[in-house]
């Protein structure tokens, strides 16, 4: 097979100063979400989480569009297999979506959506499951499941409430209307906005900033935060006494401790006229 006959792949990856960016690349029909790509994104995010050198990931699209949700095309031919066997496919799509959330989700780095434009249904579940959003003032979000007589199926009903409330959420999914980067910004569905020449540079420079203290400590924090609406305080202490446990054993911690010292005796030194 010719290179000009291999199928280009859905998405790209690049990792550079620790930070891996992830590209859905279906810019020709708006980076919609269809199973080859879900499979090769699940894939992708799992080769990261095993990469020791990256430290945190983050994802936008190709084109104008971050990701228009899920591939139509798809539901097309979902919708065209025997009446007997329709439900039992779209429970195994239901599973390998949830895959897919739960990979990105349970990341043990943090990820950002660096949201280059058009974010809707699964596109924009897929950016509400990282840890922060980074959106271009050329952006908007929406929840348009409805408009498709479908409920969020991609974490939006899990997600959306803890960044916008109940009531809120409930209103954009119920809508289905679009968000622009303004009220996106005003009600905590994103976090920063930025130009969209400068979207991706700003995204890759945060996650630099965050990719600065103990990886072990971030993923242990990570594990635990994203619990924390659904476990007691008495639940988060325990958690967290296990998980400083595991930090007292890390080579972070201990030369992160011996180099505070070492300054320490230094500085003493220093200040000791008879040294």
């Known amino acids: 097979m010719t290179d000009s006959q291999r199928t280009p792949t859905r998405i790209e990856v690049s990792i550079e100063r620790q930070v891996a960016t992830i590209a859905l690349n279906r810019p020709e029909v708006r980076n919609a979400i269809d199973d080859e790509m879900r499979g090769e994104l699940?894939?992708?995010?799992?080769?990261?989480?095993?990469?020791?050198?990256?430290?945190?990931?983050?994802?936008?699209?190709?084109?104008?569009?971050?990701?228009?949700?899920?591939?139509?095309?798809?539901?097309?031919?979902?919708?065209?297999?025997?009446?007997?066997?329709?439900a039992f496919n779209g429970w195994k799509r239901q599973q390998r979506t949830h895959h897919l959330v739960a990979a990105l989700h349970d990341l043990g780095k943090p990820t950002i959506a660096a949201v280059n434009g058009a974010a809707a249904g699964l596109g924009c579940d897929l950016a509400l499951c990282c840890d922060f959003i980074i959106a271009s003032d050329a952006a908007s979000l929406a929840m348009t499941y409805v408009l498709r007589g479908l409920i969020p199926d991609g974490g939006g009903m899990y997600f959306l409430p803890r960044r916008v409330g109940l009531a809120r959420a409930k209103e954009l999914i119920f809508?289905?209307?679009?968000?622009?980067?303004e009220e996106a910004l005003a009600i905590g569905m994103v976090d920063r906005v930025t130009r969209p020449e400068s979207l991706l540079a700003d995204a890759q420079a945060w996650a630099e900033e965050l990719s600065q203290g103990s990886a072990a400590a971030v993923a242990l924090a990570k594990s635990i935060l994203n619990?924390?609406?659904e476990t007691s305080a008495e639940q988060v202490f325990a958690a967290g006494s296990q998980a400083q446990g595991i930090c007292y054993t890390t080579r972070e911690h201990q030369e992160s401790v011996a180099a505070f010292l070492n300054k320490t005796a230094k500085d003493t030194r220093a200040k000791d006229p008879r040294s």
């Open 175 to 181: 809508s289905g209307r679009r968000v622009l980067p």
């Open 227 to 229: 619990q924390t609406f």
């Open 42 to 86: 699940v894939a992708a995010l799992d080769a990261l989480a095993a990469d020791a050198a990256v430290r945190t990931v983050v994802v936008t699209g190709r084109g104008k569009a971050f990701c228009a949700g899920g591939d139509i095309s798809g539901m097309q031919r979902r919708l065209q297999a025997p009446p007997g066997e329709v």
